[in-house]
């Protein structure tokens, strides 16, 4: 999986999270993070590990 194709997977878990629990935005955020996180963990790969840091940067 490409950089690109990673980030739409994750951006569609997290909108379908998002919509689905109606959350307000600081635990949108916060879901967010969560599945970022999650997701890039289970990818165990040196990318997945870029994607956590750059997110955790971004957000942080």
Excluded: C, P, W
């Excluded at 109606?22 to 165990?44: C, D, G, Q």
């Excluded at 997945?48 to 940067?57: A, L, Y």
């Amino acid at each position: 999986m490409d950089k690109i194709n990673i980030n739409l997977e994750i951006a569609k878990e997290v909108e379908y999270q998002v919509m689905e629990k109606n959350l307000k935005l600081n635990a949108a955020i916060r879901k967010a993070k969560e599945i970022y996180k999650e997701k890039a963990l289970s990818l165990a790969t040196k990318q997945g590990k870029e994607h956590k840091k750059t997110f955790n940067d971004i957000i942080t």
